[in-house]
């Protein structure tokens, strides 16, 4: 997602810098010398220009304007040390990365965690935006139609950063409801794996003469995503409409269209339990959702325990978390769905 | 659809009778004969029992509980012509059939429309609920998983159909929304058109070497709509929780994995116009999403125009009918959207 980026930053006429980390070497060794990103399956435009992990502080140099953070959660950390390495001004970091992070009786946002960081080690202030809503990279690689919201709790910062990215096919929108966006960021990968379930779940089914598929239930399952992630982004102080927009029901619905966290959940509905999946046909694969749940799960069962959250509300999270966390087949609760108060 | 709610309430231990129009007797010689449903493929429960329309008398006697009414939309009035001529008492009326009725400033329900026209003609009040929420006729009918809101102005009517109708694997939960709830199950079909519109227009953008699909187009269409859903049904004083809930969100995304109004946008999106497609590939088909549309236009342009509706809320919907009243090409306006207040 990270390179994918660099489309409308380049179209807007940015010279782009486009750092690997450590794992990606082959990749910008492929950039360096084609301009081409193997993984996505594209070429660059002649304005991004690779650089190799080793050369951040040439990357990042006096002239840069923007820092685009598109590690993998696991890589947060790591980046944030390299950046206070090279880092010797307030630039804005726009994180691209997803998550949440656990607090004794909450959850935070990465953006916040990431700015709090950075300016305890540099000693400045570094403005920080995210990006939410429905965007699967490959398709914003090559310059489809893209909507995403950008969100910082400074208004003008996430006006501004959308005011320098859009473009005919990037059209993002601006929002403050930080809390509210990364919640469902987070959370559209975890509830996407109930609903790639249902489309699981059918291969188990008796076959029907008219070939029905099981698209009721899979819309049940989308619904009570939407309900859940309503309750959760609510608890934490977000606002509704990050949840019935882009952020929420839009990118849930991309996600639910292919990806890891649906293929995890059409294994789940097949009847393999989550370690079944991780030594077998996902062996190889991160699946964003599922680290996502187990990661926040003591933090959300302190949070019922201390009546912040109510537990009857979050059916289905609770059902595939101890789906996740005890490796037991997972059953949609269908009965106390839809009864959140 | 009102054959696939046979299953649930002859599940639920019901007698049901199962009456068509005129249009249906080859359908109905079929049950009788067969158990067997042509158009749903499906094989019937022994408790179900066919009548012809020139039965009705017979089928609608005074051990009617209740009546579930699953006309196609053009079909209501003929519908309550027949009804008045056999019911005797208040018998609940369930509403399966979906639309909006266009006012000269507004916008009715058709279960508020057949409840009047019922008591007008008969003299008594009809208890009148109706349906809304995912559910694919052809996957009920087979007992797969399926979610809904039963909705009426009664909450106790509504909780009681609800009670009357779950079975395992149908789940109705009550509301008393009717206008939302009403709103979404009318305007989703329309919607599902613009959803449909990405999907075709992959079709005529380049070829690209990652074969990136069109999803991140279809996601901000399918969010513009809700948006607009919930414009469209907090003007007309529904609530929000419909429009993110199963009514809107939950069946506009089971709408958009299949069936004919999806079907028009595929081809809209291909660069037909909406008259190309009728007499060309959908000849045959009733797109309901188009006609719901063109039904309530002159409804919705004096909404704007009185102030009670704002045109710049409704880019998607303006754009959309516009290309439906005037066959012409349907672009939708991106830098229009998600902009409303």
Same mark, same amino acid.
């Given at each position: ?20 980390? #450590? ?13 081409? =990103? ?5 070429? +660059? ?5 690779? #650089? ?8 990042? !140099? ?7 953070? &598109? ?40 953006? !916040? ?5 950075? @300016? ?26 893209? &909507? ?8 003008? +910062?996430?006006?501004?950063?959308? @005011?320098?990215?859009?473009? =005919? ?7 403050? /409801? ?24 059918? /291969? ?17 399952? #989308? !619904? ?25 029901? &839009? ?15 059409? =294994? ?19 699946? @964003? ?30 059902? +595939? +978390? ?7 087949? #997972?059953?949609?609760?269908?009965? /106390?769905? =839809?009864?959140?108060?």
């Amino acid at each position: 997602m990270g390179t994918a980026m660099c489309l409308p930053l380049s179209d807007r006429g940015y010279a782009v810098r486009l750092v690997g980390t #450590f794992l990606d070497v082959a990749i910008i060794e492929n950039v360096k010398t084609k301009q081409f =990103h193997p993984r996505l399956n594209v070429t +660059l435009p002649a304005s991004v220009v690779g #650089f190799q992990h080793t050369q951040l502080a040439e990357a990042v !140099d006096d002239s840069v304007e923007l820092i685009v953070l &598109g590690v993998a959660s696991a890589g947060v950390n790591w980046a944030i040390e390299q950046l206070v390495s090279v880092l010797k001004k307030p630039v804005p970091v726009l994180m691209v990365t997803k998550g949440m992070v656990p607090e004794e009786n909450s959850l935070s946002s990465f953006v !916040d965690k990431v700015a709090q960081a950075l @300016e305890k080690a540099l000693g400045f202030k570094v403005p920080a935006a995210a990006i939410g809503g429905p965007c699967i990279a490959g398709e914003l690689a090559v310059r489809r139609t893209t &909507g995403t919201v950008i969100v910082a709790h400074d208004l003008a +910062l996430a006006m501004q950063l959308c @005011e320098n990215l859009q473009t =005919h096919y990037y059209q993002p929108r601006p929002s403050i /409801d930080v809390i509210g966006v990364e919640t469902c960021a987070a959370f559209k990968n975890f509830f996407a794996i109930s609903v790639g379930w249902a489309h699981g779940a059918l /291969d188990k089914l008796p076959s029907v003469e008219n070939k029905a598929l099981n698209n009721n239930a899979a819309a049940i399952l #989308f !619904d009570q995503a939407i309900r859940e992630m309503m309750v959760l982004a609510q608890s934490l102080g977000g606002s509704a409409e990050s949840v019935w927009g882009m952020p929420g029901a &839009g990118d849930l619905y991309v996600t639910c269209q292919a990806g890891r966290n649906s293929r995890l959940g059409q =294994h789940l509905g097949r009847g393999l339990t989550y370690s079944e999946v991780k030594q077998g046909p996902m062996k190889d694969d991160t699946v @964003e959702g599922a680290e996502l749940g187990l990661s926040v799960a003591s933090a959300l069962h302190a949070m019922i325990r201390s009546g912040r959250l109510r537990g009857e509300n979050l059916p289905l999270t609770l059902a +595939l +978390l101890n789906a996740l966390q005890h490796n037991t087949s #997972f059953n949609p609760p269908w009965g /106390d769905f =839809h009864r959140s108060s």
